[in-house]
Each structure stands twice: as C-alpha cells, then as structure tokens.
C-alpha cells in the first residue's frame, strides 16, 4: 500500500478537463512540497509538476499542480490523446525520512 | 543537454548481486545528488535512495538500508547501485534520476535498466 493515496484511474474526453488527486497526511504533504511525474506507456517517468505549481520548461500550461492541507491534485486542461499515461505524485515523508510516491492514476483519454 | 544513461538489462539468480550503473553528462557531475527509483512489472514507483557525488554521503529508504550500496565514479561522471541477495521480488526496471537541488523532485530520469531475478 502506497502512503500517498491516488485514484487508480481517470477518463476524460479529448478537449475536456480532468483532475487527479493525491491524499496524504500531516507528515508527507502536510509538510512538503508536491511533484508530479507523467509516465508515457513503456518509457520512463518525466517530471511534470514540481514545488506543488511550478512547471519545468517544456512543460505546457495545460498542466497545473495545487496543493491544500494534506492533499494535492494535478489539473489537466484541454486534453489530448498524447495525454494518456501513469501520472504519479510524490513527496517527502518526515517520519519515514524519505520520498514517498502514489500508486499511479491510469488516465484513459476515451 | 542533461542526459543519463544506464547499464543495460541483466538476469540473476536468486541470491546474487546486481550493480546497474548511471552514467550523467551536461552538466557538473558534483552537484546534484543522483537517486534511484525501481518499479515492479505493472507496479508503481518506489524510491530506494540517493547519494551525492559531492561528498559521497548517501541516504537510503529504510526498506533498503544494508542490502543497496551507491558508489560515483568522478572520472566518468557515473554512479553505481549495487543490490545484494536478490530475491524474484527485486525483478523491476531500475531507474536513475537526478535529484534538483536540495528539493526532492527527479528530473531528468535514465531509460532504465531491466533486472529479472529467476533461477
């Protein structure tokens, strides 16, 4: 079992907005900063999100991060079908003094 | 550009010993700490540790802690992670990926390195 938790899937319509949510607690993201990691089918992870909102380069607008209390969502807007991946958030966590990442929402762009 | 590249994929028996290695270029090698993440056949990501090139000092999830050694090797710019007494649980795709900074995000990540463990 994951300490962060995520949904295990996600859909959405090519266009529309999808949101994917990432539960944690008082000692994860309570207390850190929150990043998200796309992961194209067969290839390695890709940061996407890092410090809760802030996008590396390359990265579109369409993908926003957010974070409130002990939870943080990734928002993707006017999705594509080259959106379909694994998406994954991630943090540290002081009581198990290390990175800690969510099981994974699958998003099917149907 | 910022590029790491890892060993290639590698079979071990139960009880064996795997070193994966990460070779960084496009930038100075000392300053950011190199981490490595693995993820089980249709798993999610699991972090294992890191260590910076800069003083060598490694820090390990728990889990991890006396089985995985990290060495960096300064005049090729690589870093090593080495696994002992694998068990057919340790079979993942091993990724390397460099950590930004004091912050805990991994960007850029290696191609990964595929590790079955099978007798």
């Known amino acids: 079992q994951s300490v962060l938790t995520q949904s295990p899937s996600a859909s959405a319509t090519p266009g529309q907005r999808v949101t994917i949510s990432c539960s944690g607690s008082n000692s994860n993201i309570g207390s850190n900063r929150v990043n998200w990691y796309q992961q194209l089918p067969g290839t390695a992870p890709k940061l996407l999100i890092y410090n809760n909102n802030e996008r590396p380069s390359g990265v579109p607008d369409r993908f926003s991060g957010s974070k409130s209390g002990t939870s943080a969502s990734l928002a993707i807007s006017g999705l594509q079908s080259a959106d379909e991946a694994d998406y994954y958030c991630?943090?540290?966590?002081?009581?198990?003094?290390?990175?800690?990442f969510g099981g994974g929402t699958k998003l099917t762009v149907l | 550009q910022v590029q790491l590249v890892q060993s290639g994929a590698a079979v071990k028996k139960p009880g064996a010993s795997l070193k994966v290695s990460c070779r960084t270029s496009g930038y100075s090698f000392s300053t950011y700490a190199i981490s490595w993440v693995r993820q089980a056949p249709g798993q999610g990501l699991e972090w294992m540790g890191w260590i910076s090139p800069y003083n060598r000092n490694t820090h390990f999830a728990q889990k991890f802690q006396g089985r995985v050694t990290l060495t960096t090797d300064t005049s090729t710019s690589t870093v090593y992670m080495e696994l002992r007494g694998l068990r057919s649980d340790d079979t993942a795709m091993y990724y390397c990926?460099?950590?930004?900074?004091?912050?805990?995000?991994?960007?850029?990540w290696g191609q990964g390195t595929l590790v079955t463990v099978s007798s």
């Open positions: 990926a460099r950590r930004g900074g004091l912050s805990n995000y991994f960007d850029p």
């Open positions: 991630a943090t540290w966590d002081d009581n198990l003094n290390g990175v800690v």
